[in-house]
C-alpha cells in the first residue's frame, strides 16, 4: 500500500514542470468541482481530510472555499509536504501529515469529509486505501475520490493519432508500479468493497472553449513522456511522431481539447 506509482522526482520530467501541471489542473475546473463537492455534502465549517494533498493546490482551494473548516491533508512524499506547509503552513485551520495514509495517526471518526484526488490510481490497494478512510470518517461521512480513466480521458480536435498508444504505454509503466490509469471504471466498486453505501458518481468535464487551451495543454505536453522513452518503455520514434502530432494540433486553427474526471461519494453507514 505504501509503495506507489507516483513519484514526482522520477516518473515525471522534472518535479517544477509536474507541481506547475498539477496547479493548472487543481485550478482549471476546480468552480465545477467545488460545485460537484457541494453536491455531495461539502459545507463550510466541516472537518475535512484531504488524502495525497501533493504541493496543496487543492488544500488552498478547500481553505478558500470553507472559511471555517479544519482541513487535514495527508501526503507521502517529504518534498511535497514541505512545499504545501512552505505555502499554506501559516494557516491555522490546516494541519498537514507527512505519511502515507494507512500510516497516518489520525483518530477513528474525527472528519465528515475526505477528498482524495487523482491519487487512487497511484495506489496498489485501493479498497484497503478506502476501508482506512472509513475508519477515519464519522458515520454518515462522505469519501469523494476523483480520478481518471484513459479511456476515457477525453478528445482534441484535431486528433493526436498516435494518444491511445502513448496512453497504452503510460497505462503499463503505471500499472508495473502497482498503479491503475483505468480506475475510473472502478470506483463505485471499490467504495462498496471497503463498506461505504449510497453511492454516486458525477464527471467533471472541462473544456477548452470554457476555460482557454492554455489550461488544459500542460496535460499534452509531449515532454511528460521522456521518462518513459528514458526508460525503454516508449520508442524514441512513437515519441517523435507523438510530439510532431501534438505540435500540429497547437498549430491548428481553432484547436479544442475536452478532459475528463470522475467523481464518486460513498458515505460511511451510520
Ligand atoms: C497526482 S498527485 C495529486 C495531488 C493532488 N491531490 C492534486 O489533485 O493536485 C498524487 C499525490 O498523492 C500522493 N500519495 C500517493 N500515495 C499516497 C499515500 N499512500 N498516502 C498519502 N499520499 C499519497 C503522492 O505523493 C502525490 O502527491
Redesign the pocket.
Known sequence: ??S?S?D?DSSHRDAASEAAR?QV??TAGWTKEMRNLTGFGLRDGMAVLE?????G??TEHLLKALPTSRITA????AA?AQQTADRLGSCDRLQIVH????DAELPDAGFDFAIA???FQ??PDPVA?AVGILRMLKPGGKLVIVDSDDALWGLSDPEIPEMDAALQIYGHAQAAQGGNRRIGRALLRILEKAGFVNLDLEALLNHSDLLGLDALLPHLDPDRLLPLVAHGAMSGSTFAAFKASQMRFTEATAPLLMMLLLMACGEKPG
Not at 51 to 55: A, E
Not at 74 to 77: C, G, L, M, V, Y
Open positions: 500500500m505504501n506507489i507516483y514526482i498539477l489542473q487543481a488524502v495525497g494533498c501533493g504541493p493546490y487543492i495527508i501526503e507521502i512524499d511535497l505519511a502515507a495514509l494507512l484526488r487523482l491519487v497511484h495506489l486505501a
